[in-house]
């Protein structure tokens, strides 16, 4: 992971320099908030002890929930691409690409570790439910992200606002239709990628 970042930054750097465009540098940033996640699970992976205390761990699983959509976001950023002069446009495809991808991965590896950790008290089974539970969470949070503009840290800062525009999706889901069409379609397309690494990672060991 840290090679793939080193080559994301390096990029986006690169970009940066060559045009003078300081345009795609918000991806160091989004790309730095996916890995939030990951930090977070792998302490419980490689500090086992902090297994024991259950109010850590709680704590650590809640600061991950809000931080996982951080993850998939930045697939969200091909939003922002655009036929600029200074740069070919596969360039910036692939830039955007690259950063997104290293953003799934963080989000995956993240989410095997909490099911490591589930492994000590749950079965196979509902491991398996609240993985696919979660990664539509995650696209629920993306939509928050991408089209109300919620950051994960908004949780504290305007927990009140946050709160109503979330209710009103859950109360009146026909109303917004939007929301809930692009949570579904993004949460099986994330679901997709997820059990697909899966197979590819259980085949390799």
């Known amino acids: 992971m840290g090679m793939l970042t080193i080559l994301c930054f390096g990029l986006s750097i690169f970009r940066f320099l060559y045009t003078g465009s300081p345009l795609y540098l918000f991806l160091d940033w989004n790309l730095f908030l996916a890995a939030i996640p990951w930090v977070l699970s792998s302490m419980a992976i490689l500090k086992p002890k902090i297994l024991n ?101 908004d949780v504290i800062r305007e927990p009140f606002g946050l709160l109503h525009d979330i209710g009103g999706r859950v109360i009146s889901p026909f109303e917004y239709r939007g929301t809930w069409g692009m949570t579904i379609f993004m949460g099986i397309f994330l679901n997709i990628m997820y059990w697909s690494f899966r197979l590819i990672k259980t085949k390799k060991e």
């Open 53 to 153: 205390h259950k109010i850590i761990i709680l704590a650590i699983f809640l600061a991950w929930v809000l931080f996982f959509p951080n993850a998939p976001y930045i697939l969200t950023d091909l939003f922002h691409l655009r036929i600029e002069s200074s740069m070919p446009l596969w360039f910036d495809l692939l830039l955007i690409l690259s950063f997104a991808w290293t953003g799934l991965l963080f989000g995956f590896l993240s989410l095997w570790d909490i099911e490591k950790v589930l492994e000590k008290t749950m079965n196979r089974f509902l491991i398996t439910l609240m993985s696919v539970g979660l990664l539509f969470l995650g696209s629920f949070g993306v939509y928050l992200g991408r089209y109300l503009r919620w950051n994960s840290w």
